[in-house]
């Protein structure tokens, strides 16, 4: 990050119970990027995190992944998607204390299809735990002012499942 450069939090959600998903809405255009931090666990366990934009659940979205344990390591790329994944192929843990960052870059340009990098632990014994990096692409050039937060299958995000969004401002 270039000097001067600051995160200013725009939006914290923790879950008083279990929910399908934590959605950021209304979303100003007046920072650079965006920064979503997640932590938590899920009801089941291996579900992974994903993120819609802007209520598009079309097939607009590709992510390319890379995973690993120390023992195992795993990439992929899922195009045409209805989402990004956030940690698409270790899935999320429903027993361990499980984070993640996502940057999502030059989300207010109107010119351009926006970009996003996470990278996401997750804890738990299952049989890929450890870490993962995912790069997304959203195929819109609409400026994000809305992130939907969620797990795969319809599965719920458990109790006290936190989500924080910062915006960045320029140096």
């Known amino acids: 990050m270039a000097a001067g450069s600051t995160y200013v939090p ?3 959600n923790t879950l008083g119970s279990a929910a399908t998903s ?3 809405t209304s979303i100003i ?3 650079t990027d965006l920064i979503l931090i997640v932590s938590g666990t899920v009801v089941t366990n291996g579900a992974g995190i994903f993120i819609q934009l802007n209520s598009d659940t079309a097939s607009n ?3 390319t992944y890379l995973s690993g344990n120390g023992t195992t ?3 992929g790329r899922r195009a045409s998607q209805a989402y990004i994944g956030f940690n698409w192929n ?3 843990s429903d027993t361990a204390q499980c984070n993640g960052i996502m940057h999502l870059q030059n989300y207010a340009n109107t010119t351009t299809y926006k970009t996003t990098i996470a990278r996401s632990n997750n804890a738990n014994g299952s049989s890929l735990p450890g870490t993962e990096t995912t790069a997304g692409l959203w195929r819109s050039t ?3 002012n809305a992130i939907k937060v969620y797990t795969a299958g319809g599965g719920n995000l458990a109790s006290g499942f936190t989500a924080t969004l910062y915006g960045i401002v320029a140096a």
């Open 10 to 12: 725009l939006a914290t």
């Open 22 to 24: 934590i959605d950021f």
């Open 29 to 31: 255009s007046s920072y």
């Open 61 to 63: 979205y590709s992510f």
């Open 73 to 75: 390591a795993a990439s």
């Open 90 to 92: 270790t899935g999320w």
């Open 142 to 144: 609409s400026a994000i």
